[in-house]
């Protein structure tokens, strides 16, 4: 079975620090890679996604991910963070073949301004 | 609608009592889906539809557990004789086709059994 490890729980930033989100899956075979962000107060929503082609992969609010198969790893980075970017982020696969995503158990970022 | 919607947003039962948590998915959404998530826990599959029958419900926790879809619309999650460990934050989600898409989440509902 798919299992997916988000190795930082919580992390905190200062405003304008780099930010890299680690995420790592254990299958091995096609997958689609998914982050996703939960503001507080809101739902979860849809950050950035892979399914093929280009694995550098860019999302909103300035936020990209790097989809490397060798290393089972699909990071979030973003170069300057905003108080803004306060939230939770999860990291989610689905594996080929499969309609159910395994989600990773979250990372709290906050950021201080 | 133009989100999912889940009611009611909080939930404080009595142990032993039914519970019925209610999602609304996206109109034209055929596939569903319903996670629980704990406390300082990542996502827990629970119960997946496609239209209104189930393939895959590996992930209810127990006989307990049951959910129902009303067609392509409405799905109601119901745990019976509710216990403690049942508190949570019970997700709802909706995919347009199959589950090889992006999810949309509803804000879930909130459920605490003393």
């Known amino acids: 079975a798919q299992s997916v490890s988000q190795h930082n729980h919580h992390v905190i930033l200062s405003e304008a620090a780099s930010l890299e989100l680690g995420c790592n899956y254990s299958?091995?075979?096609?997958?689609?890679l998914f982050w996703y962000v939960q503001y507080p107060g809101q739902h979860l929503q849809l950050l950035l996604k892979?399914?093929?082609?280009?694995?550098l992969v860019k999302g909103i609010k300035g936020f990209e991910a790097e989809f490397i198969k060798s290393k089972f790893s699909f990071n979030l980075r973003k170069p300057s963070v905003q108080w803004s970017d306060t939230a939770e982020y999860f990291c989610?696969?689905?594996?080929?073949?499969?309609?159910?995503?395994?989600f990773g158990r979250g990372t709290s970022l906050i950021v201080h301004p | 609608g133009a989100g999912v919607s889940q009611s009611p947003s909080n939930k404080v039962t009595e142990k032993g009592k039914d519970v019925e948590l209610r999602c609304d998915p996206i109109?034209?959404?055929?596939?569903l889906y319903w996670y629980r998530q704990r406390l300082g826990q990542g996502l827990e599959f629970l119960i997946y539809?496609?239209?209104?029958?189930?393939?895959?419900k590996s992930g209810l926790p127990s006989d307990r557990f049951s959910a129902e879809r009303t067609g392509e619309s409405v799905s109601t999650l119901t745990i019976q004789r509710t216990q403690q460990e049942d508190s949570a934050v019970y997700l709802c989600?909706?995919?347009?086709?199959?589950?090889?898409?992006?999810?949309?989440f509803g804000p879930g509902t909130r459920l605490l059994v003393l």
């Open positions: 989600a909706s995919t347009k086709w199959t589950g090889q898409e992006t999810q949309y």
């Open positions: 109109s034209g959404h055929t596939a």
């Open positions: 989610a696969v689905l594996s080929g073949g499969s309609y159910i995503p395994t």
């Open positions: 892979y399914f093929s082609g280009d694995p």
């Open positions: 539809f496609q239209g209104n029958s189930a393939p895959d």
């Open positions: 299958y091995g075979g096609t997958v689609n």
